[in-house]
């Protein structure tokens, strides 16, 4: 007969003035008394580094051995770590820990079954060279300098009397040679470059998936109509495949190796390594979104980190607060950085660089009466050329006016190279004036992207969590909404800024102006003239916001801000993205903005290509200090002494060009980098909210 079961016996009743609990029923479990809130330390889920989230995002760290050291050892050290920073003309890709990174063209060739001719740019008039000889002049009587008695005819009748020298090939020993496509039909990095059929009639075309700051939708659409984001985005892993997994050159330096040099990292562990991706301060939505799936989804990195130029420009020069100017290829990206943070209404986005230099360099040349007569620009071994001569000779010092005597080669596939002696005058600063004086050059505004798509992804789904299963359902090979937004318009994706405005605010209308209060006697009480000390976000959504309704106003007046301010002068544009760190249009100073203004106009670093001019320094900072002076007379209630415009070089033995790539490389070894990456798991699962969330300018 079983026994019974033991009757529980509950304790009595307490007093109501104890604290005392009570066990549970059946157990001998007692719950923990009420806490005083006031009294209590602990900080566990008070802080975002301890959500899941954020724990799920740091790096695991393997068992030790009996071959390591005490401490522990992580399974993503900054050699795992890749830094991108993708340009118009290159590619610079290297380790975290790399000194130097890997400089691979960007640019691809290939063969074509139903080629399309290239159109032929407007070349400048003798008008617009005479009038850049007479800035030349009013600025070499400013230094006291003498020109030369007909220094420009000398030259001109030196060089029309000059005829060639024939050189053996077994003499011309900095010739690399061309090369044959034989049976491929697609040639990636140096070698597209050496691509015999490119310097001669042929089905041969040289495509640069990067152009402008952006992806070169416009131009992949022209030759390859509805199927140009499939082309676009397949040649852009296809050039970051070949500069990751080449071999290596043995030859190292400041300046890349010359050849077919990578990293040496086969496909098969690309999951094993993490991506930091520079890219420009007026990024588009679009375009990062597209990256992003590329890397991740397509190349199969195991993590991401998107940052841009001029923050980590700032970073590498070793300075908080600057104003950065990146003079790229096809490009010129200004913006404001300061304590870490790009302030969104500085950036302007210029649409010329150092290849419409170029071109404009030889329009000079042709007016000079340039001894290689059959120059054609279209043809890529005179288009290197016309590179080659720009990096040797344009300056923009006045005291290197005057009769110097030159010589150059000219290569073409087939026939012997050509020696040419050339005399030149004030030829190479006419044409680095071409950056003060862009419509000169003609350049292209900022592009517009067609519609390839039906229609674009609405604006309030963009944000929405995007299962895998639904972007394979809309396209596998693109990633669905990824690709429909791509298509978007560029204007409508990159917004227009403050400093944007201001560089055509002589062009708006006075509604429009007052959107934005550009003026004072148009002001509004709900719009303040000045910004506080410290950028908020509150603030800097609202500026957003009338920036927008005054382009959305300026575009039914038939003015596009953004393709409008992509040709403003260097100098201006500068000049205006420094008036908008203090909040307004005109640059009033107020609340801790003449302060801020100061710090960063004497702040000015140039870092790009193009940023190799000799004298670029000087000129850009003698203008812009004139132009504030001007805005900032005495007579305007202003302070006696305007700001003055400083420029800092970069540091020694640093190439501008990779300013901020080692600037980024440096920032990949910080600890806070920790809590910054983004997942391939996140990216399947949230896709670009994932990178709204971890980054730090979106």
Same mark, same amino acid.
Request: charged content about 20%.
């Given at each position: !007969?079983a026994p019974k079961a033991a009757k529980?016996?509950?304790?009595?009743?307490?007093?109501?003035?104890?604290?005392?609990?009570?066990?549970?029923?059946?157990?001998?479990?007692?719950?923990?008394?009420?806490?005083?809130?006031?009294?209590?330390?602990?900080?566990?889920?008070?802080?975002?580094? =301890?959500?899941?989230?954020?724990?799920?995002?740091?790096p695991p760290k393997r068992p030790k051995?009996?071959?390591?050291?005490?401490?522990?050892?992580?399974?993503?050290?900054?050699?795992?770590?890749?830094?991108?920073?993708?340009?118009?003309?290159?590619?610079?890709?290297?380790?975290?820990?790399?000194?130097?990174?890997?400089?691979?063209?960007?640019? @691809?060739?290939?063969?074509?079954?139903?080629?399309?001719?290239?159109?032929?740019?407007?070349?400048?008039?003798?008008?617009?060279?005479? !009038?850049?000889? #007479?800035?030349?002049? &009013?600025?070499?009587?400013?230094?006291?300098?003498?020109?030369?008695?007909?220094?420009?005819?000398?030259?001109?009748?030196?060089?029309?009397?000059?005829?060639?020298?024939?050189?053996?090939?077994?003499?011309?020993?900095?010739?690399?040679?061309?090369?044959?496509?034989?049976?491929?039909?697609?040639?990636?990095?140096?070698?597209?470059?050496?691509?015999?059929?490119?310097?001669?009639?042929?089905?041969?075309?040289?495509?640069?998936?990067?152009?402008?700051?952006?992806?070169?939708?416009?131009?992949?659409?022209?030759?390859?109509?509805?199927?140009?984001?499939?082309?676009?985005?397949?040649?852009?892993?296809?050039?970051?495949?070949? *500069?990751?997994?080449?071999?290596?050159?043995?030859?190292?330096?400041?300046?890349?190796?010359?050849?077919?040099?990578?990293?040496?990292? +086969?496909?098969?562990?690309?999951?094993?390594?993490?991506?930091?991706?520079?890219?420009?301060?007026?990024? &588009?939505?679009?375009?990062?979104?597209?990256?992003?799936?590329?890397?991740?989804?397509?190349?199969?990195?195991?993590?991401?980190?998107?940052?841009?130029?001029?923050?980590?420009?700032?970073?590498?020069?070793?300075?908080?607060?600057?104003?950065?100017?990146?003079?790229?290829?096809?490009?010129?990206?200004?913006?404001?950085?300061?304590?870490?943070?790009?302030?969104?209404e500085t950036r302007v986005a210029l649409?010329?660089?150092?290849?419409?230099?170029?071109?404009?360099?030889?329009?000079?040349?042709?007016?000079?009466?340039?001894?290689?007569?059959?120059?054609?620009?279209?043809?890529?071994?005179?288009? =290197?050329?016309?590179?080659? @001569?720009?990096?040797?000779?344009?300056?923009?010092?006045?005291?290197?006016?005057?009769?110097?005597?030159?010589?150059?080669?000219?290569?073409?596939?087939?026939?012997?190279?050509?020696?040419? #002696?050339?005399?030149?005058?004030?030829?190479?600063?006419?044409?680095?004036?071409?950056?003060?004086? +862009?419509?000169?050059?003609?350049?292209?505004?900022?592009?517009?992207?067609?519609?390839?798509?039906?229609?674009?992804?609405?604006?309030?789904?963009?944000?929405? +969590?995007?299962?895998?299963?639904?972007?394979?359902?809309?396209?596998?090979?693109?990633?669905?909404?990824?690709?429909?937004?791509?298509? *978007?318009?560029?204007?409508?994706?990159?917004?227009?800024?403050?400093?944007?405005?201001?560089?055509?605010?002589?062009?708006?209308?006075? =509604?429009?102006?007052?959107?934005?209060? !550009?003026?004072?006697?148009?002001? &509004?009480?709900?719009?303040?003239?000045?910004?506080?000390?410290?950028?908020?976000?509150?603030?800097?959504?609202?500026?957003?916001?009338?920036?927008?309704?005054?382009?959305?106003?300026?575009?039914?007046?038939?003015?596009?801000?953004? =393709?409008?301010?992509?040709?403003?002068?260097?100098?201006?544009?500068?000049?205006?993205?420094?008036?908008?760190?203090?909040?307004?249009?005109?640059? *009033?100073?107020?609340?801790?903005?003449?302060?801020?203004?100061?710090?960063?106009?004497?702040?000015?670093?140039?870092?790009?290509?193009?940023?190799?001019?000799?004298?670029?320094?000087?000129?850009?900072?003698?203008?812009?200090? !004139?132009?504030?002076?001007?805005?900032?007379?005495?007579?305007?209630?202003?302070?006696?002494?305007?700001?003055?415009?400083?420029?800092?070089?970069?540091?020694?033995?640093?190439?501008?060009?990779?300013?901020?790539?080692?600037?980024?490389?440096?920032?990949?070894?910080?600890?806070?980098?920790?809590?910054?990456?983004?997942?391939?798991?996140?990216?399947?699962?949230?896709?670009?909210?994932?990178?709204?969330?971890? &980054?730090?300018?979106?």
């Amino acid at each position: !007969m079983a026994p019974k079961a033991a009757k529980q016996v509950l304790p009595p009743n307490p007093p109501a003035d104890e604290t005392r609990t009570l066990p549970l029923a059946y157990t001998s479990f007692h719950p923990p008394p009420f806490v005083n809130a006031k009294n209590v330390s602990s900080s566990y889920l008070k802080t975002e580094a =301890q959500t899941w989230v954020s724990r799920s995002h740091r790096p695991p760290k393997r068992p030790k051995t009996d071959d390591d050291d005490d401490a522990d050892t992580d399974v993503d050290p900054a050699s795992r770590r890749l830094v991108i920073h993708i340009g118009s003309e290159a590619i610079r890709i290297g380790r975290a820990t790399d000194l130097y990174p890997t400089v691979v063209p960007h640019v @691809l060739a290939r063969k074509l079954p139903h080629p399309r001719a290239q159109q032929a740019r407007p070349h400048a008039t003798e008008a617009q060279l005479e !009038m850049l000889r #007479a800035e030349l002049r &009013s600025i070499m009587r400013q230094y006291k300098l003498r020109p030369v008695s007909n220094g420009w005819q000398s030259a001109n009748s030196y060089n029309s009397s000059v005829e060639p020298e024939r050189v053996a090939a077994h003499n011309d020993v900095y010739h690399v040679g061309f090369v044959d496509e034989g049976d491929a039909s697609v040639v990636v990095g140096h070698e597209a470059l050496r691509l015999a059929s490119l310097s001669r009639p042929s089905a041969w075309r040289l495509f640069s998936p990067w152009t402008r700051g952006m992806l070169n939708v416009t131009g992949y659409a022209a030759e390859y109509g509805d199927a140009c984001i499939e082309a676009l985005l397949g040649d852009v892993q296809r050039i970051l495949t070949h *500069a990751i997994s080449a071999e290596p050159s043995e030859a190292s330096g400041p300046a890349g190796a010359a050849g077919d040099a990578g990293l040496g990292i +086969p496909t098969s562990e690309y999951g094993d390594y993490a991506v930091l991706l520079l890219v420009p301060d007026s990024f &588009s939505r679009s375009d990062l979104r597209a990256l992003g799936h590329v890397l991740l989804r397509y190349m199969g990195f195991s993590a991401l980190h998107v940052q841009t130029e001029g923050l980590c420009a700032t970073f590498g020069a070793g300075l908080s607060a600057a104003c950065v100017v990146d003079v790229g290829a096809t490009s010129i990206g200004i913006s404001c950085v300061e304590e870490g943070l790009v302030l969104p209404e500085t950036r302007v986005a210029l649409s010329y660089g150092g290849q419409d230099m170029s071109r404009f360099f030889g329009d000079v040349l042709r007016g000079s009466s340039f001894p290689y007569t059959d120059l054609q620009e279209t043809r890529l071994a005179d288009a =290197q050329l016309l590179q080659d @001569l720009k990096e040797r000779f344009v300056t923009l010092q006045p005291s290197q006016v005057g009769l110097n005597l030159y010589d150059f080669m000219v290569r073409l596939p087939g026939e012997t190279a050509r020696k040419y #002696a050339l005399r030149l005058y004030d030829e190479p600063i006419l044409a680095g004036l071409m950056l003060f004086h +862009p419509d000169v050059a003609a350049p292209p505004p900022m592009p517009r992207r067609p519609l390839t798509c039906a229609q674009p992804a609405p604006a309030e789904e963009a944000d929405e +969590p995007e299962p895998t299963a639904v972007l394979a359902a809309a396209n596998a090979s693109l990633g669905g909404d990824e690709a429909v937004e791509l298509c *978007a318009s560029a204007v409508l994706d990159m917004a227009p800024t403050l400093a944007m405005l201001g560089c055509v605010s002589r062009r708006l209308s006075p =509604q429009v102006a007052a959107l934005v209060d !550009m003026r004072a006697d148009e002001a &509004s009480e709900e719009a303040p003239r000045a910004a506080p000390a410290i950028p908020q976000t509150s603030a800097m959504a609202t500026q957003a916001a009338k920036c927008a309704s005054a382009a959305a106003q300026a575009a039914q007046d038939g003015i596009d801000v953004v =393709q409008a301010a992509s040709l403003t002068p260097l100098d201006h544009a500068v000049f205006r993205s420094l008036l908008a760190s203090t909040g307004t249009v005109d640059g *009033a100073l107020a609340h801790g903005g003449e302060e801020r203004l100061r710090r960063l106009a004497n702040n000015i670093v140039c870092t790009g290509g193009a940023a190799r001019i000799p004298g670029l320094s000087e000129a850009l900072e003698a203008r812009v200090s !004139m132009l504030l002076a001007e805005h900032y007379a005495p007579a305007d209630g202003a302070p006696t002494t305007a700001p003055q415009a400083v420029v800092i070089p970069p540091p020694r033995n640093l190439d501008p060009a990779s300013l901020a790539w080692k600037g980024l490389a440096v920032m990949a070894h910080l600890d806070a980098m920790q809590e910054l990456w983004i997942q391939a798991s996140d990216w399947d699962t949230l896709g670009y909210r994932a990178l709204k969330e971890k &980054s730090l300018f979106l």
